[in-house]
C-alpha cells in the first residue's frame, strides 16, 4: 500500500504559477509510474504528467506542455509538478497517482487513470482569468 499527500493547490490569477507536491508514504518511481491528473467539474479525470523511472517514458498532456514541469526528490520520497503561465482552463482537483503505467495510445505513451491503483485526496487549483 502507498499513501499519498497532495498539497500546494491555490487559487492564482491566470499567468501565475503554483507547484504542487506529492508525498509518498513509499516510493514506487523506481518500479512503476507516477504522475498527476485532474479533474474539472462535469469532466472526465485526464492525465496531466506521468513519469517512469530514470530514463523511462514520460508523458505531457498536450495542453501543458512548455508550462507545466514534473520532478522528484528521491530523498523525501516526493513528487512535484511546476505549474507556470497558468490558464482559467487549468481549473481542477489535481491528483497525485502512483503504482501505474503507461500504455501506447496514437504512437505515444498514455496514461490511463485505471492503470494507477494508488491516489491522493486531490488538491484544488482555481485559475482565475
Known amino acids: 500500500q502507498v499513501h499519498l499527500v497532495e498539497s500546494g493547490g491555490d487559487s492564482v490569477q491566470a499567468g501565475g504559477s503554483l507547484r504542487l507536491s506529492c508525498a509518498a508514504s513509499?516510493?514506487?518511481?523506481?518500479?512503476?509510474?507516477m504522475g498527476w491528473f485532474r479533474q474539472a467539474p462535469g469532466k472526465e479525470r485526464e492525465g496531466v504528467v506521468s513519469?517512469?523511472?530514470?530514463?523511462?517514458?514520460?508523458y505531457y498532456a498536450d495542453s501543458v506542455k512548455g508550462r507545466f514541469t514534473i520532478s522528484q526528490d528521491n530523498e523525501k520520497n516526493t513528487l512535484y509538478l511546476q505549474m507556470n503561465s497558468l490558464k482559467p482552463e487549468d481549473t481542477a482537483m489535481y491528483y497525485c497517482?502512483?503504482?501505474?503505467?503507461?500504455?501506447?495510445?496514437?504512437?505515444?505513451?498514455?496514461?490511463?487513470?485505471?492503470?494507477?491503483?494508488?491516489w491522493g485526496q486531490g488538491t484544488q487549483v482555481t485559475v482565475s482569468s
Open positions: 513519469i517512469c523511472t530514470a530514463g523511462g517514458p514520460q
Open positions: 497517482a502512483a503504482g501505474g503505467y503507461l500504455r501506447t495510445a496514437g504512437g505515444r505513451w498514455t496514461p490511463t487513470p485505471t492503470d494507477f491503483p494508488y
Open positions: 513509499r516510493y514506487t518511481y523506481y518500479t512503476y509510474c
